[in-house]
């Protein structure tokens, strides 16, 4: 059965940090290449981070670029998001994804940015 579930969401202020992450069962991991999305009230999935297979590249919407860092562990079979300088407009439910031929979904970690 194919999982993916992310933890490490929550509240924190406007500035501060939260490390997101997703454990991955069920597929070949290392053959997937994984990334985060997040959905906003009202708003649209939108695509965050990619990162490729070996974890030798990354890519990153320019709403997180210089903030935001996508990595993996592929002997864990988890993938990271550490957040920094985090911003009001942030808030948003954060899903993890798997993309090989298929695309797998995580459940979502609420993540709400507010003073």
């Known amino acids: 059965q194919v999982q993916l579930v992310e933890s490490g969401g929550g509240l924190v202020q406007p500035g501060g940090s939260l490390r997101l992450s997703c454990a991955a069962s069920g597929f070949s991991f290392n053959d997937y290449i994984m990334s985060w999305y997040r959905q906003a009230p009202g708003k649209e999935r939108e695509l965050v981070a990619t990162?490729?297979?070996?974890?030798?590249?990354?890519t990153y919407a320019d709403s997180v670029k210089g903030r935001f860092t996508i990595s993996r562990d592929n002997a864990k079979n988890t993938v990271f998001l550490q957040m920094n300088n985090l911003k009001p407009e942030d808030t948003a439910v954060y899903f993890c994804?798997?993309?090989?031929?298929?695309?797998?979904w995580g459940q979502g970690t609420q993540v709400t940015v507010s003073s």
């Open positions: 990162i490729s297979r070996t974890g030798g590249s990354t």
């Open positions: 994804a798997g993309t090989n031929l298929v695309r797998y």
